[in-house]
């Protein structure tokens, strides 16, 4: 009886032993020739160096028994089929299914084969069929799979081909993070290392038109893209480069960019409500908006909004405003700054003073700011009217008229506002009518030394009369307060019109 040892490829012979202490030798011969055997004194033994896939007849001989030729014996013997040939494997990238491919060895009958793959981290998968290949499935991403092929014959398997080294496509990346540099319109996405991977792609995509990828090498772990397009929301995902496979998408993340920047700012100064309006084209990507405004002098003010534009408060008069709108995104904000300035109304003139002379006065008041010139009105209830205009602090006011009340107002004007913003009025009476004053003095000698005139009411005539040294003629305002010195007293006092003003009146006696 013999019986093969399939994973030896040893054939184990028994038989029943003859009467004496023979030599027995058991003998395994091919149908091509070779012969292979084993001796022993017992009744049984091990014939080893069999070939595969062969045809083995076997018998036993004895020393008592000496046969020449062995030959024609009825037990037949298969020894284990010889190890396919030829083994090769071919991944398919879509299934992730690994086609292992062999070649039948020559004189081997196989009834089926058996594929076996074993990876780098002790991964195990198989497969079999009866023809020359099978597919893997179940493999691990990331992987070196050593793959052999045994040949089966009636249940026995043979020895396994020679391992055939294949690697899996890397894992995606995982840990996908992005970041942006808003200024920039520039990106930054990162990942996790893939095992086996030599290379990364990072993708981006707004699903608009415009896609972009960056680099890494497989030592990287991040990677740039410049030129992106603002108010866009990126999908965002890496794969990673294998020797001969790539790996699967990762997962997608979401990546926003800055907004537009915001177009066509103008701003307009309500002179008569005084306020002011900042609008502007709205911006792809905005959520919300923020007008601000820095004058000259370092005030800053501001105002936020969901629509194109709004309205600012706490304006100083007689500024430039500087004006910048900020577009806010969801991660980052765009900045637009207006061109030229907000022009504000100009400050309202204070400090007014009125120096008044006959039927004309000097108007003056301390200058303002953002003002590039004035007009002043002197008008009174019954619609009289007297302005002048200047580009300084100060106006001469002329063909005022007696016995009236002016109001008198300065308003200013600059390139934005003109003529809007007016000072607290002055109120300026002037003289009633003018009048005859005779004086007599006994202690003045000098007409300066006695005569003071509020309201800076001068006199319009003053004669000293030739017979009497201490008597003068005054011709004056009706209104005008005289303040003579000790001793003067008024010896007459007429009221006249204008058109007597030069005729002369007697004195009266000394």
Same mark, same amino acid.
């Given at each position: 009886?013999?019986?093969?040892?399939?994973?030896?490829?040893? =054939?184990?012979?028994?038989?029943?032993?003859?009467?004496?202490? &023979?030599?027995?030798?058991?003998?395994?011969?091919?149908?091509?020739?070779?012969?292979?055997?084993?001796?022993?004194?017992?009744?049984?033994?091990?014939?080893?160096?069999?070939?595969?896939?062969?045809? !083995?007849?076997?018998?036993?001989?004895?020393?008592?028994?000496?046969? &020449?030729?062995?030959?024609?014996?009825?037990?037949?013997?298969?020894?284990?089929?010889?190890?396919? @040939?030829?083994?090769?494997?071919?991944?398919?990238?879509?299934?992730?299914?690994?086609?292992?491919?062999? @070649?039948?060895?020559?004189?081997?009958?196989? *009834?089926?084969?058996?594929?076996?793959?074993?990876?780098?981290?002790?991964?195990?998968?198989?497969?079999?069929?009866?023809?020359?290949?099978?597919?893997?499935?179940?493999?691990? %991403?990331?992987?070196?799979?050593?793959?052999?092929?045994?040949?089966?014959?009636?249940?026995?398997?043979?020895?396994?081909?020679?391992?055939?080294?294949?690697?899996?496509?890397?894992?995606?990346?995982?840990?996908?993070?992005?970041?942006?540099?808003?200024?920039?319109?520039?990106?930054?996405?990162?990942?996790?290392? $893939?095992?086996?991977?030599?290379?990364?792609?990072?993708?981006? &995509?707004?699903?608009?038109?415009?896609?972009?990828?960056?680099?890494?090498?497989?030592?990287?772990?991040? %990677?740039?893209?410049?030129?992106?397009?603002?108010?866009?929301?990126?999908?965002?995902?890496?794969?990673?480069?294998?020797?001969?496979?790539?790996?699967?998408?990762?997962?997608?993340? #979401?990546?926003?960019?800055?907004?537009?920047?915001?177009?066509?700012?103008?701003?307009?100064? &309500?002179?008569?409500?005084?306020?002011?309006?900042?609008?502007?084209?709205?911006?792809?990507?905005?959520?919300?908006?923020?007008?601000?405004?820095?004058?000259?002098?370092?005030? *800053?003010?501001?105002?936020?909004?969901?629509?194109?534009?709004?309205?600012?408060?706490?304006?100083?008069?007689?500024?430039?405003?500087?004006?910048?709108?900020?577009?806010?995104?969801?991660?980052?904000?765009?900045?637009?700054? =207006?061109?030229?300035?907000?022009?504000?109304?100009?400050?309202?003139?204070?400090?007014?003073?009125?120096?008044?002379?006959?039927?004309?006065?000097?108007?003056?008041?301390?200058?303002? @700011?953002? @003002?590039?010139?004035?007009?002043?009105?002197?008008?009174?209830?019954?619609?009289?009217?007297?302005?002048?205009?200047?580009?300084?602090?100060?106006?001469?006011?002329?063909?005022?008229?007696? $016995?009236?009340? !002016?109001?008198?107002? /300065?308003?200013?004007?600059?390139?934005?506002?003109?003529?809007? /913003?007016?000072?607290?009025?002055?109120?300026?009476?002037?003289?009633?009518?003018?009048?005859?004053?005779?004086?007599?003095?006994?202690?003045?000698?000098?007409?300066?030394?006695?005569?003071?005139?509020?309201?800076?009411?001068?006199?319009?005539?003053?004669?000293?009369?030739?017979?009497?040294?201490? *008597?003068?003629?005054?011709?004056?305002?009706?209104?005008?307060?005289?303040?003579?010195?000790?001793? #003067?007293?008024?010896?007459?006092?007429?009221?006249?019109?204008?058109?007597?003003?030069?005729? =002369?009146?007697?004195?009266?006696?000394?």
């Amino acid at each position: 009886m013999a019986e093969l040892d399939c994973n030896t490829n040893v =054939m184990n012979v028994n038989w029943t032993q003859t009467t004496g202490l &023979d030599q027995y030798t058991a003998w395994a011969i091919s149908t091509d020739g070779h012969r292979a055997s084993c001796n022993t004194t017992s009744n049984h033994c091990s014939i080893r160096d069999l070939r595969c896939g062969r045809i !083995y007849e076997v018998a036993v001989t004895s020393s008592s028994i000496n046969c &020449d030729i062995i030959a024609g014996s009825d037990y037949k013997v298969q020894s284990a089929p010889c190890p396919p @040939t030829s083994v090769s494997a071919d991944l398919n990238c879509t299934t992730h299914n690994a086609l292992i491919s062999w @070649t039948n060895a020559a004189a081997t009958v196989a *009834t089926a084969y058996s594929v076996l793959a074993v990876s780098s981290a002790g991964h195990n998968t198989s497969c079999s069929d009866i023809g020359t290949s099978c597919d893997l499935d179940q493999l691990v %991403c990331g992987q070196q799979y050593s793959v052999t092929v045994e040949a089966i014959h009636a249940g026995c398997p043979g020895p396994a081909s020679g391992p055939v080294i294949f690697a899996t496509a890397p894992c995606p990346p995982t840990n996908i993070q992005t970041s942006i540099s808003c200024d920039q319109l520039t990106a930054t996405v990162s990942w996790q290392q $893939s095992n086996l991977a030599v290379g990364y792609i990072g993708y981006f &995509d707004n699903q608009s038109g415009h896609y972009t990828s960056c680099v890494g090498t497989g030592t990287d772990t991040s %990677c740039v893209v410049s030129g992106l397009r603002c108010g866009s929301v990126y999908r965002v995902w890496v794969k990673a480069l294998g020797e001969q496979y790539n790996s699967t998408d990762s997962s997608v993340v #979401s990546l926003t960019s800055a907004p537009c920047q915001p177009r066509s700012i103008e701003a307009f100064i &309500d002179c008569q409500a005084h306020s002011a309006t900042i609008s502007w084209q709205p911006s792809v990507g905005a959520v919300s908006y923020a007008a601000v405004l820095t004058s000259s002098s370092g005030q *800053t003010t501001s105002c936020f909004t969901n629509a194109t534009s709004c309205h600012p408060s706490s304006l100083l008069c007689g500024e430039e405003y500087n004006v910048t709108i900020k577009a806010l995104g969801e991660a980052c904000n765009s900045t637009a700054h =207006m061109a030229g300035h907000l022009i504000t109304e100009p400050c309202a003139p204070v400090n007014l003073s009125v120096h008044y002379n006959g039927s004309a006065a000097w108007v003056m008041w301390s200058a303002t @700011t953002g @003002t590039s010139s004035y007009s002043v009105l002197a008008a009174t209830e019954q619609g009289l009217i007297v302005t002048c205009n200047s580009t300084t602090a100060q106006c001469y006011l002329t063909g005022l008229q007696c $016995s009236q009340t !002016y109001n008198i107002t /300065v308003k200013t004007r600059n390139s934005a506002c003109n003529n809007t /913003v007016t000072s607290v009025p002055y109120r300026l009476i002037t003289g009633v009518s003018l009048v005859y004053l005779y004086l007599t003095t006994t202690t003045c000698t000098f007409l300066s030394e006695f005569l003071f005139l509020v309201y800076k009411c001068v006199c319009l005539l003053i004669t000293q009369h030739p017979a009497h040294p201490q *008597t003068f003629r005054l011709i004056c305002h009706a209104n005008s307060l005289v303040q003579l010195c000790p001793g #003067s007293r008024v010896t007459s006092l007429w009221v006249t019109s204008p058109p007597w003003m030069n005729k =002369m009146a007697t004195p009266p006696p000394a």
